[in-house]
């Protein structure tokens, strides 16, 4: 505890004698001063107990020492020491009636008792303090690395909650709680992802202090990583501010957390490097190599279905950076499912092997999902821009196929950049129609040296000629059907159909020549 008026009062070398504020000893110290200034208010910072002889006070005064009083009370003096034998061989009345009044514990000092005295016995008892709180704080810190060691993250929340007297809670680096302790505190954990999340948008180390939910209690949020982006965060709930002691327990469990959650960059680039050659065997068509490599690591993810996702940012990428955001993403619902996924920087892309149907395959959905919608207002609202991130996912495959699961996301990926979407799935594209296929500026420019010369002849009002190569082809070629369709006569018809072969300088018995003339006026009916 620290040194407070009533530990003053009962300390036996000192002799203290309260003359007014009896009720209100308990309240601690931080330093005695002295000062003989009429208004010593300027020099105060709250907090001391004010040493005086009243040299230069009118201390019979009961105005002004009413004036005195407030102005130290206003200003935090949590006591006024008044030395008797000195100027006055009593506290004047006035002084006494105003501290009384004002709540402003007043002690008598003996002339025997030194302020020097009183200076030390308040030092003394801070410095007794601080020890037992630097001690409390090394024994706490033993503590939680022995939890650390023997129970993990679990058993380090779990006297961390012990020790500041309140709880605590683990997020993972999507702002999901991974632990709380005691287990009560889950569901008030939960209602604080809001704030966790901005606290991991802001570079580590970072912190902040919000009220919790319903003024349940004071959170302490820490981030916890050494890298830009956090990798995880701490919650502390208490009912009131921490002490020095358990000041000192949070920031271990903060430097023990940091250690656990954050693996070294170099075990990081390790993953990554097997990552890369496991991917390698599996395209190269080698399995049973990738499984033995893979070994525990990644074994269980290819011995069931797999999607292969490839991941690539756009031509004007968003501030931040969206796939490592997204491999936090996938290996954060991985995680906590308890289910093994692949993920593989590959230069300026980002390749994901996730089970099919499991948790990092949903996240990486949901995580695109959001992303799509995101761009869908901003469309609306005029501030969209170029591709941010785009991705291609593989129909579900085996290991024996993953080579072919590649070559479908990267398609799945282009189509995903011709049509300005976040995400394709491959298969997606079997559903739809090849002709959206098709907006592409070299696809559009061939189509329009196709069929300009036929677009010029009409022009001059010579005749019909696209819509009459229209009418015919829809009608594979059958000329009486055609005809009627463009309500002429059949040999009017076959009069157009060979102009059209003579300008074009191509026949139309060519298959080839048919599919590429329908698919340009495909491409153009909408432009024309």
């Known amino acids: 505890m620290p040194p407070t008026l009533a530990s003053l009062v009962h300390h036996s070398a000192l002799k203290l004698t309260v003359r007014a504020g009896e009720d209100r000893l308990d309240v601690p110290v931080r330093w005695a001063h002295v000062s003989e200034l009429a208004d010593p208010v300027p020099y105060m910072e709250g907090g001391e107990l004010l040493l005086i002889t009243a040299l230069k006070l009118d201390a019979e005064d009961p105005q002004a020492m009413r004036r005195y009083v407030k102005r130290l009370v206003g200003a935090g003096v949590v006591g006024l020491g008044f030395a008797v034998g000195v100027n006055y061989e009593d506290i004047p009345g006035a002084l006494v009636d105003a501290a009384a009044g004002e709540g402003l514990p007043l002690l008598e000092v003996p002339r025997r008792t030194p302020f020097l005295a009183i200076s030390k016995a308040v030092s003394a008892a801070i410095a007794a303090e601080q020890y037992r709180a630097v001690t409390a704080g090394f024994a706490a810190q033993r503590e939680l690395t022995r939890q650390a060691l023997t129970d993990g993250p679990e058993g380090l929340l779990s006297a961390l909650a012990s020790q500041v007297d309140g709880w605590a809670a683990l997020y993972d680096a999507s702002g999901a709680v991974v632990a709380t302790a005691p287990e009560w505190a889950g ?143 996938v290996e954060s619902a991985a995680a906590r499912a308890g289910e093994a996924v692949l993920v593989v920087p590959e230069g300026e892309r980002l390749v994901v092997l996730a089970a099919d149907g499991g948790a990092a395959a949903g996240a990486c959905g949901e995580y695109t999902a959001g992303l799509e919608a995101g761009r869908a207002v901003g469309e609306q609202g005029g501030a969209a821009g170029e591709d941010e991130l785009v991705v291609g996912v593989s129909a579900p ?92 006569h059949r040999h009017t018809l076959r009069y157009r159909m060979r102009r059209v072969e003579e300008i074009l300088g191509r026949s139309l018995d060519d298959p080839d020549v048919r599919m590429e003339l329908w698919l340009a006026l495909k491409t153009t009916s909408t432009e024309q």
């Not at 570079?203 to 003024?215: I, L, Q």
């Not at 327990?249 to 680039?269: K, N, Y």
């Not at 290991?399 to 072919?404: K, S």
């Open 397 to 488: 495959v085996g290991p024996v196929a993953a080579a072919a699961a590649y070559k479908q996301a990267e398609q799945a990926l282009s189509v995903a950049r011709r049509r300005g979407r976040v995400c394709v799935e491959h298969e997606q594209l079997a559903a739809g129609s090849v002709v959206p296929l098709l907006a592409d500026d070299a696809v559009r420019a061939f189509a329009d040296g196709l069929l300009r010369p036929l677009y010029d002849h009409d022009a001059i009002g010579r005749g019909d000629l696209v819509a009459s190569l229209r009418a015919w082809l829809s009608r594979h070629g059958q000329w009486d059907a055609a005809a009627a369709d463009l309500g002429v």
């Open 187 to 329: 569901r008030r954990a939960a209602r604080l992802t809001a704030d966790v999340e901005r606290l991991r948008e802001r570079p580590a180390p970072a912190s902040s202090v919000v009220g919790g939910p319903d003024n349940e209690d004071r959170v302490e949020l820490h981030s916890l990583g050494t890298g830009r982006r956090p990798r995880a965060a701490l919650a502390v709930g208490t009912a009131a501010a921490p002490g020095t002691a358990e000041r000192y327990a949070v920031h271990s469990a903060i430097a023990l957390l940091t250690l656990i959650t954050e693996r070294s960059r170099s075990l990081r680039a390790a993953e990554q490097r097997l990552g890369a050659a496991v991917l390698r065997m599996l395209l190269a068509g080698e399995p049973d190599h990738a499984r033995a490599v893979a070994g525990d690591l990644y074994g269980s993810l290819l011995d069931a279905p797999f999607r292969m996702v490839v991941a690539e940012e756009g031509r004007a990428p968003a501030e931040g950076d969206l796939l490592g955001a997204l491999a936090e993403v």
